[in-house]
T-cell receptor
Framework: GQSLEQPSEVTAVEGAIVQINCTYQTSGFYGLSWYQQHDGGAPTFLSYNALDGLEETGRFSSFLSRSDSYGYLLLQELQMKDSASYFCAVRDRDSNSGYALNFGKGTSLLVTP | DSGVTQTPKHLITATGQRVTLRCSPRSGDLSVYWYQQSLDQGLQFLIHYYNGEERAKGNILERFSAQQFPDLHSELNLSSLELGDSALYFC???????????????FGPGTRLTVT
């Protein structure tokens, strides 16, 4: 089976930096993704790490350490619009050769003025 | 706008009833995934279809079924509905089905199902 752990809530101030951690337990690991979801909206893709290291996309960066089964999403220069839920997800090859996303329960980020 | 469409946006029905949710993937995408999102369970993977064939099953109840048609749209059928089935149902699409890039999934706006 698989499990992903991430904090349920994080609060940060506008302009600051916040890190959302994700630890996972899975077999046949194929990569760690991050998705953003505003309240009631569709999840949208942010980043994907298949290899160890840091991937940077604008104000957002994502890190992966496969040996530690750990990753994080780093959000810099926080803006009010970044208030949303952030999900880590692993792509895990199941026995039927399907590649579905298994999501963590999400981290609710609140950005305050 | 992800390019994935879902209908209806909202659905209110009674326990014991059957409903069908519809999803049209992005143009060119062959894979469709269905997810259920409820308050206490987060996003749960239900089922994956690739080019008309079922590829993977997640935590999908026997009362639920899905199919993908030749035009690649997909339908999720939920029967003998219970109060606990009230949730947001998302479909997502991607180009491929295996580990090939691109890897991201594009989510539709969801169908909010309320069972009373």
């Amino acid at each position: 089976g698989q499990s992903l752990e991430q904090p349920s809530e994080v609060t940060a101030v506008e302009g600051a930096i916040v890190q959302i951690n994700c630890t996972y337990q899975t077999s046949g690991f194929y990569g760690l993704s991050w998705y953003q979801q505003h309240d009631g909206g569709a999840p949208t893709f942010l980043s994907y790490n298949a290899l160890d290291g840091l991937e940077e996309t604008g104000r957002f960066s994502s890190f992966l350490s496969r040996s530690d089964s750990y990753g994080y999403l780093l959000l810099q220069e926080l803006q009010m619009k970044d208030s949303a839920s952030y999900f880590c997800a692993v792509r895990d090859r199941d026995s039927n050769s399907g590649y579905a996303l298994n999501f963590g329960k999400g981290t609710s980020l609140l950005v305050t003025p | 706008d992800s390019g994935v469409t879902q209908t209806p946006k909202h659905l209110i029905t009674a326990t014991g009833q059957r409903v069908t949710l519809r999803c049209s993937p992005r143009s060119g995408d062959l894979s469709v995934y269905w997810y259920q999102q409820s308050l206490d369970q987060g996003l749960q993977f239900l089922i994956h279809y690739y080019n008309g064939e079922e590829r993977a099953k997640g935590n999908i109840l026997e009362r639920f079924s899905a199919q993908q048609f030749p035009d690649l749209h997909s339908e999720l059928n939920l029967s003998s509905l219970e109060l606990g089935d009230s949730a947001l149902y998302f479909c997502a699409s991607s180009v491929g089905a295996t580990g090939d890039l691109p890897y991201e999934q594009y989510f539709g706006p969801g169908t909010r199902l309320t069972v009373t």
